[in-house]
């Protein structure tokens, strides 16, 4: 059976640093898996992808030695089934802002006597490159349950979130948290109820043995949060990579300003 290699790096408290898949296109997923990330993540809560454009993906990402993930739509045990029984290696696991919340996730991916992930479907072992019995043996050890921290409810009650067994990752949501503190929403702030929330993740991630994450912008944002000691790292996302080269390159020819349409 094969390793998530991914969720292995950060269990031994490396960084693991992979993008966002935003575009519902088989053939861009699986170019995305060959570049050289550790995982990536199938958009699934602001896109157009619907399950089955998912499915295939996960086994084109997976197919080329790649980690698939999956951000759910929301935190409902139907959306965190469907995605893992489709092969999916992980899920990323938006708003949770409650100890009760990141149980919930918990409990839909991990199988007894973890949790009450029900058994069924073939893609998931295929995935794998293993027969069901195994997969079922295993997955507990290895699939990626990763809690977004996006909200300030959830800094308050970082500690009880955080302290959910089977929880691997506290991944902020820089736009959303500080949309939900009443600012412009952005990447990177220097304001200080920011960066005290983002501190606050950062360390009482590591008291609980949690994996921080963060989403940022570029490779700089990216080799900086690390330096911080953040593990779980989303450089912005394969259309957001395009469109940045894209309008680089139009500028250098003189072309005009183009317009800026992808957010990450």
Known sequence: MKQNHARAKLKRGEPSVGTWLTLPDRVSARLMARVG????T????????????AADCFALIAGNNCVPLA???????E????????GAYGIVVP????????????RAARYQPLGERSIGG???????DTDPGT??????????????????????????????PGLDVAFIGPNDLTNSMGKKPVFDSDDKQFKDAVAHVLKTAKKHGVAPGI???????????????FQFIAITSEAGMMLAKAGEFARTLGLGAGKTVAKY
């Open 135 to 164: 997969y079922y043996a295993r997955a507990n050890d290895e699939i990626l349950v990763v809690a977004m921290i996006e909200h300030v409810k959830a800094i308050e009650v970082a500690e009880e979130i955080f302290s959910v």
């Open 42 to 53: 199938v958009e699934l809560e602001h896109t157009p992808i619907d399950f089955e454009t």
């Open 215 to 229: 989403h940022v912008l570029d490779a700089d944002a990216a080799q900086r949060r690390i330096k911080e000691g």
């Open 95 to 106: 708003m949770v802002n409650s100890r009760s919340e990141a149980e919930a996730a918990v």
């Open 37 to 40: 990330f550790d995982w990536l």
């Open 71 to 77: 951000r759910v739509p929301w935190n409902t045990g």
């Open 122 to 128: 073939q893609l998931h072992a295929a995935n794998f």
């Open 79 to 86: 959306n965190i089934k469907r995605v893992l029984d489709t």
